[in-house]
């Protein structure tokens, strides 16, 4: 099996969509079209401040993306990176894709220069934790938000 893990490119829209769609689904949530059209673009975009967005590739077929970006911190000079969205497809899950695909945003975060790689997950997201434990550090944080 040959693994690529490479950027978002404008061809991989429909099989970007079909993965995202799988993130979606799996939190129990749904978008409208206008936040696909928007966050493909901004994927996309030459803006800085932009989500990032890296698929993985597995023998020519897209199984996994994830979705990042850089924002600066009131605690530091240097900008931060959030890690906002990971999803391997259910067929590939225990081959590495969560793993590479968390590499390369490490990656990333390094060459900007950015010192801190963060993300957060359900707390019954266990099978995605087993890897998280493995390839990051478990934080004593809660996670609040505004009531819509």
Request: glycine share 6%; charged share 25%.
């Amino acid at each position: 099996m040959s693994l690529i893990v490479r950027p978002v490119l404008e061809q991989d829209k429909a099989h970007w969509r079909r993965l995202w769609t799988g993130y979606l689904t799996f939190y129990n949530s749904s978008v409208p079209d206008a936040v696909y059209e928007t966050t493909f673009a901004r994927l996309l975009s030459d803006d800085r401040r932009a989500p990032r967005g890296l698929v993985a590739e597995l023998d020519g077929t897209l199984v996994g993306l994830t979705h990042y970006f850089f924002h600066p911190h009131a605690w530091r000079v240097e900008e931060v990176c959030y890690l906002q969205d990971l999803f391997a497809d259910q067929s590939v899950r225990g081959h590495g894709i969560g793993r590479a695909l968390i590499e390369a945003v490490y990656k990333a975060a390094d060459e900007a220069g950015a010192p801190s790689v963060y993300w957060m997950t359900e707390h019954h997201n266990h099978e995605a934790r087993r890897l998280y434990d493995r390839i990051g550090t478990l934080t004593n944080f809660i996670k609040y938000q505004r009531p819509l």
